[in-house]
């Protein structure tokens, strides 16, 4: 008796509605398809300027356009690349590096984004620290690394050190701010209802900041090498950082830029592991 009769109103409105999620489903499947049509054609442009390039480098350094000693070109460094590869070198020197960077990001950002939640749990302690702070971000922290040789001494801990002295101060700063312009009404909805300050911070401050924490940690694969690579130049006699010194004191510029192109793969793989965790992150805070 309640079944829709064929040509009632319950059953026209059944049938619009059917037609509309049909509709909706089509066109976006049109946008998915173009969209994926889109990021195809970017990758091949992408593809094709690198093979251009490196192309163009290698004609330039065979042709003597370019200076080959300094310069060099790609089959001369994979020819260097690879006899480093087969004795063992290479991968010694890249294990150091990454293993350096690593720790210092993962440190750097866990250890400011502490600092940041302790500064935000405390408004006193926020406005004593805020101009100390500003100072420590103001200050060209590279130059720091030789106050970190003395007092840690020539190795790991200095590099590590140079690094997060890179890496903490920013995320601070940032995440601390990303902290700060939470809408303070959410705030307000779970102190209504008996919730502390920690479950504030737990289910509305922290999963609002997840796109401002994701965007520092791309800053900081950045700073981490940086931190990392100057900290090898002043002390270490392992990792790219000592190829690329080693490299100029012996005029062996080759082995230089062939150290350059490995930071900046590693670094590459280093950034789209953050953009995969972006995805996880705000994707599961969006579902």
Avoid at 22 to 43: D, G, P
Avoid at 46 to 64: C, D, N, T, Y
Avoid at 103 to 123: H, K, M
């Amino acid at each position: 008796m309640n079944e829709r009769q064929p040509g009632s109103p319950g059953a026209a409105a059944s049938s619009e509605a059917s037609a509309r999620r049909l509709l909706t489903q089509r066109e976006y499947a049109r946008f998915m398809s173009r969209e994926r049509k889109v990021a195809w054609q970017v990758r091949l442009v992408q593809l094709a300027i690198l093979i251009a390039f490196f192309s163009l480098w290698e004609v330039a350094g065979r042709k003597q356009w370019i200076d080959a000693l300094l310069f060099s070109f790609p089959s001369r460094i994979g020819e260097l690349l690879y006899t480093k590869l087969l004795d063992g070198s290479l991968l010694i020197h890249l294990g150091v590096t990454l293993w350096e960077t690593i720790a210092g990001f993962v440190l750097g950002t866990l250890l400011g984004t502490a600092v940041a939640a302790l500064i935000w749990w405390s408004p006193f302690l926020s406005r004593v620290l805020d101009p100390y702070i500003v100072v420590m971000n103001s200050l060209p922290k590279v130059a720091l690394g030789p106050l970190f040789i003395v007092a840690l001494g020539p190795g790991v801990l200095s590099i590590i050190a140079t690094t997060l002295s890179l890496t903490v101060i920013i995320t601070i700063l940032t995440v601390y701010m990303s902290f700060r312009e939470v809408d303070p009404n959410y705030t307000k909805v779970i102190r209504i209802f008996g919730g502390s300050k920690g479950k504030v911070f737990q289910n509305v401050i922290l999963p609002a900041s997840y796109p401002t924490i994701v965007s520092t940690l791309k800053v900081n694969v950045g700073l981490s090498w940086v931190g990392v690579i100057v900290g090898e130049f002043l002390v270490s006699k392992e990792g790219l950082g000592y190829l690329i010194i080693y490299g100029f004191q012996v005029f062996n510029f080759t082995l230089v830029i062939g150290s350059v192109i490995l930071i900046a793969i590693a670094a590459t793989l280093m950034y789209q592991a953050v953009a995969y965790l972006e995805g996880k992150l705000i994707g599961s805070k969006r579902k």
